[in-house]
């Protein structure tokens, strides 16, 4: 069984910064990689960035390509999202999850998913 914790949401000005965690529990030996997705209101659930777990590769949507930074604690199994000029669309709930595959950014490629952390961005 895997669960995932997510922290560090906020409220945080646009041109701010917010850095979320995801302590993760289980599976740590068979671990292919992780993700970060969002869901705004009203919108679908999207891809944000993932991570090979251990070579450590990463992948980035274009949206937020050069302004996040995703990296892993693989000692801590804690998964991170360095979040920088942030703007109001980057407005979302962010869930992280555990992977499938490399690289997944699709839904179903993820099995496991935490309960979501809510980040908002004022104008």
């Known amino acids: 069984q895997v669960q995932l914790v997510e922290s560090g949401g906020g409220l945080v000005q646009a041109g701010g910064s917010l850095r979320l965690s995801c302590a993760a529990s289980?599976?740590?030996?068979?671990?292919?990689?992780m993700g970060w997705f969002r869901q705004a209101p009203g919108k679908e659930r999207e891809f944000v960035a993932a991570i090979s777990w251990i070579g450590g590769s990463t992948y980035y949507a274009d949206s937020v390509k050069g302004r996040f930074t995703i990296s892993r604690d693989i000692a801590k199994n804690t998964l991170y999202l360095l979040m920088n000029s942030l703007n109001p669309e980057d407005t979302a709930v962010y869930y992280c999850a555990d992977g499938t595959i490399w690289v997944g950014v699709r839904l179903n490629e993820y099995d496991y998913w935490g309960q979501g952390t809510q980040v908002t961005v004022s104008s």
């Open positions: 289980g599976r740590t030996f068979s671990r292919y990689a």
